[in-house]
């Protein structure tokens, strides 16, 4: 079946200007995740979306970070006023309700801001 | 979580099988072994994970020690693709299934795979 997607696969960005960045999960799956990993780091979890609840936004670095889950499936990751620092690789997650430990990656979207 | 323990590397010839051990001496009787692998410039891919009993799927097969405190994560005949790096992650789910997800990578093994 279809996996996690996101979209764009690479983006580039001046400094300032604001981006979107989209994930659409497994349909079914209840749980979605935001991650980021930097050039030879590892992964940074950003923002957790189960269900209705109210999301984990534990994560998030500074608020020019935000992200919203539409009907429980689609979602949009927005960094604001992008500073060269927010360059790397963001990767979208999901899980089914009955294991939040088994996550389905999506391929991630690339972002560098010069 | 308990904390894994992990080769920093490992090299294994195409066609035989890779195994790749992990350490978890301080795990609880609630928590899983998890395994993921991460391919260069790739998101990490979810392989196998288990609790007590040994597991095996169409990736891989999870040996976990009676005492649970070690495992091994088993590539019957590793390929040129199974070249990555491979996380052991312990993690508790609580009863009834949902609980919180943030998964935490470590380390983990550099798998190479060599023709």
């Known amino acids: 079946g279809a996996g996690v997607s996101q979209s764009p696969s690479n983006k580039v960005t001046e400094k300032g200007k604001d981006v979107e960045l989209r994930c659409d999960p497994i349909?079914?799956?209840?749980?979605l995740y935001w991650y980021r990993q930097s050039l030879g780091q590892g992964l940074e979890f950003l923002i957790y979306?189960?269900?209705?609840?109210?999301?984990?936004k534990s994560g998030l670095p500074s608020d020019r970070f935000s992200a919203e889950r539409t009907g429980g499936s689609v979602s949009t990751l927005t960094i604001q006023r992008t500073q060269q620092e927010d360059s790397a690789v963001y990767l979208c997650?999901?899980?089914?309700?009955?294991?939040?430990?088994?996550?389905?990656f999506g391929p991630g979207t690339r972002l560098t801001v010069t | 979580d308990a904390k894994t323990t992990q080769p920093t590397s490992m090299d294994c010839a195409e066609g035989r099988a890779a195994n790749l051990p992990c350490n978890h001496s301080?795990?609880?009787?609630?928590?899983?072994v998890y395994w993921y692998r991460q391919i260069h410039s790739q998101g990490p891919q979810y392989i196998i994970h288990?609790?007590?009993n040994n597991e095996t799927n169409e990736m891989a097969s999870l040996i976990i020690t009676e005492d649970r405190k070690s495992s091994t994560l088993i590539l019957p005949h590793a390929t040129l693709r199974d070249t990555a790096v491979y996380y052991c992650?312990?993690?508790?789910?609580?009863?009834?299934?949902?609980?919180?997800?943030?998964?935490?990578f470590g380390q983990g093994t550099i798998l190479t795979v060599h023709p």
């Open positions: 997650a999901s899980s089914p309700l009955t294991d939040a430990y088994e996550q389905y």
């Open positions: 349909s079914g799956h209840t749980a």
């Open positions: 979306f189960q269900g209705n609840s109210a999301p984990d």
């Open positions: 301080t795990i609880s009787g609630n928590e899983y």
């Open positions: 288990g609790l007590k």
């Open positions: 992650i312990v993690r508790e789910v609580p009863a009834g299934g949902t609980s919180y997800g943030k998964l935490t």
